[in-house]
């Protein structure tokens, strides 16, 4: 079954302490995978997407298909950081374009 | 450009009644996505509509129903409710078929309401 884990519903950090945001993936294929992220009062919008191999305010993310991880970084994390992420699967392919999401990490980070 | 927008904001609606629910696609997107948030479930799926047909659908009752016009927007619509159907639905829209790890855009979402 088609299944993104993401093990902390909220993370709590210090300004300028590094952030990793765990995700986990369950999927037989070649699977893409996302990051969205979600500002207070904010829509859902995509962080970056590992296809892409880019680094979008600092984040990065690295696909481990032999820990089936997608795992988000952040060496010095901001205040303005503080959202709702979270990680997304499609299973490109066939008859599925949709995303399958994880149930989304809150990330506080404190002054 | 304007993004994906959905309307109304917010519907509050009783049980047993029927809601429809609309999406306008970024200009040029002809994929349009359907899900549903709520309270401690997450994103969940709920369907997919490419140049006009239904490509597919979540894990949800037929009670969820939708369409899309030849406009490329869509409705979402959702019969006899129920008060588990309280959600936020979230409509997101992608150029189309086929390009491999395409992002979808999403919408401010609208906050359904079954009392």
């Known amino acids: 079954a088609q299944r993104v884990t993401q093990p902390e519903k909220l993370l709590s950090v210090f300004k300028g302490a590094p952030v990793e945001l765990k995700c986990n993936y369950s999927?037989?294929?070649?699977?893409?995978l996302f990051w969205y992220v979600q500002y207070s009062r904010q829509r859902l919008q995509l962080l970056l997407r590992?296809?892409s191999r880019e680094s979008i305010k600092g984040f990065t993310a690295d696909l481990n298909k032999g820990e089936t991880s997608f795992h988000l970084k952040k060496p010095f994390a901001q205040e303005e950081d503080s959202a709702m992420y979270y990680c997304?699967?499609?299973?490109?392919?066939?008859?599925?374009?949709?995303?399958?999401f994880g149930k989304g990490t809150k990330l506080s980070v404190k002054p | 450009e304007a993004g994906v927008t959905q309307s109304p904001t917010h519907l509050i609606k009783t049980r047993g009644q029927q809601v429809t629910l609309r999406c306008s696609p970024i200009?040029?997107?002809?994929?349009v996505y359907w899900y549903q948030q709520a309270l401690g479930l997450g994103l969940q799926f709920l369907l997919w509509?490419?140049?006009?047909?239904?490509?597919n659908r979540g894990n949800f009752p037929p009670r969820f129903s939708g369409r899309q016009f030849p406009n490329y927007s869509s409705e979402l619509n959702v019969n006899a409710l129920e008060l588990e159907d309280s959600a936020l639905y979230l409509c997101?829209?992608?150029?189309?078929?086929?390009?491999?790890?395409?992002?979808?855009?999403f919408g401010p979402g609208t906050r359904l309401t079954v009392l």
């Open positions: 997101a829209s992608t150029p189309g078929l086929g390009t491999r790890g395409e992002a979808q855009y």
């Open positions: 999927y037989s294929g070649s699977p893409e």
């Open positions: 590992h296809i």
């Open positions: 997304a699967l499609s299973a490109h392919g066939g008859s599925q374009g949709n995303l399958i």
């Open positions: 200009s040029g997107h002809t994929s």
């Open positions: 509509y490419d140049e006009g047909e239904e490509r």
